[in-house]
C-alpha cells in the first residue's frame, strides 16, 4: 500500500511561477526523498532530506519536513516548462527493511 | 556513466504466457530492487536484494512472481501464468549499501507489461 498522500494531485502554473506540492505520510521515517518522472527519462532523484533536518535546499529546489505532522513540502521555485513532470515523495524508514514507500504523486503541467 | 538499465523496454503478451525481464545495475552497487507502477499511482516495492541473496518480499509478489540475482550482479524478475491485472511498469533499481548505510536508489527506465 501506498504510504505517502500527496496534494495537489495535480497543478498548472505558468512559467517563472513557484510550485508547492505536499506529502503526507503514516510511519515514523528515517528519511523522505522527493523524485521526478516523465515519460523521457523515467524516475530521478531529487533530494533527501533526513529525519532530523527541518528544510534543504537544491538549486530551485526547497524542501521542508516536519516529523511531528508527519508531512513534507517540495517548492520548485521560477518553473520552467521542462519542469512538467510527476513529482513523487518517498519513504525509508530504515527499520529492518530497505525499501521505498511512494506516496501517490503530483502530476505538474508548466505552460510556456 | 552507465546506468541501471532494463531488457526489454516494452513486452506485451498474452494471458496465460510467461514472461521475464532483466536488470542490469549499476555496477559498483551491491543492492537491486524490484517495484511496479500501475497508472497514476506511485511504485509499489516488490522485492530487492543484497549481492544474490533476496532479503525482502511484498505480499504483492504471489506465487506466480519470481525474482533472482544469482550472481550477484543482474537480476531476472519472471512472471508465470500473466493475468491483466499484471499488467503495470516494471521497474528496477540500484544502490550501495556500506557500513550498514543505504545510498540514495537510481531507477532504471522500467520495462512495461501490457498483458492482453
Known amino acids: 500500500s501506498q504510504q505517502g498522500e500527496e496534494d495537489p494531485q495535480a497543478l498548472s502554473i505558468q512559467e517563472g511561477e513557484n510550485a508547492t506540492m505536499n506529502c503526507s505520510y503514516k510511519?515514523?521515517?528515517?528519511?523522505l526523498q522527493w523524485y521526478r518522472q516523465n515519460s523521457g527519462r523515467g524516475l530521478v532523484h531529487l533530494i533527501l532530506?533526513?529525519?532530523?533536518?527541518r528544510e534543504k535546499h537544491s538549486g530551485r529546489l526547497r524542501v521542508t519536513l516536519d516529523t511531528s505532522k508527519k508531512s513534507s513540502s517540495l517548492l520548485i521555485t521560477a518553473s520552467r516548462a521542462a519542469d512538467t513532470a510527476s513529482y513523487f515523495c518517498?519513504?525509508?524508514?530504515?527499520?529492518?527493511?530497505?525499501?521505498?514507500?511512494f506516496g501517490t504523486g503530483t502530476r505538474l503541467q508548466v505552460f510556456p | 556513466d552507465t546506468g541501471v538499465s532494463q531488457d526489454p523496454r516494452h513486452k506485451i503478451t498474452k494471458r496465460g504466457q510467461n514472461v521475464t525481464f532483466r536488470c542490469d545495475p549499476i555496477s559498483e552497487h551491491n543492492r537491486l530492487y524490484w517495484y511496479r507502477q500501475t497508472l497514476g499511482q506511485g511504485p509499489e516495492f516488490l522485492t530487492y536484494?543484497?549481492?544474490?541473496?533476496?532479503?525482502?518480499k511484498s505480499r504483492l509478489l504471489s506465487d506466480r512472481f519470481s525474482a533472482e540475482r544469482p550472481k550477484g550482479s543482474f537480476s531476472t524478475l519472471e512472471i508465470q501464468r500473466t493475468e491483466q491485472g499484471d499488467s503495470a511498469m516494471y521497474l528496477c533499481?540500484?544502490?550501495?549499501?556500506?557500513?550498514?548505510?543505504?545510498?540514495?536508489?537510481?531507477f532504471g527506465p522500467g520495462t512495461r507489461l501490457t498483458v492482453t
Open positions: 536484494f543484497q549481492n544474490e541473496a533476496q532479503l525482502e
Open positions: 532530506i533526513r529525519s532530523n533536518e
Open positions: 510511519t515514523s521515517i528515517n528519511n
Open positions: 518517498a519513504t525509508f524508514t530504515g527499520f529492518n527493511t530497505d525499501k521505498l514507500i
Open positions: 533499481a540500484s544502490s550501495l549499501n556500506q557500513g550498514g548505510t543505504t545510498y540514495e536508489q537510481y
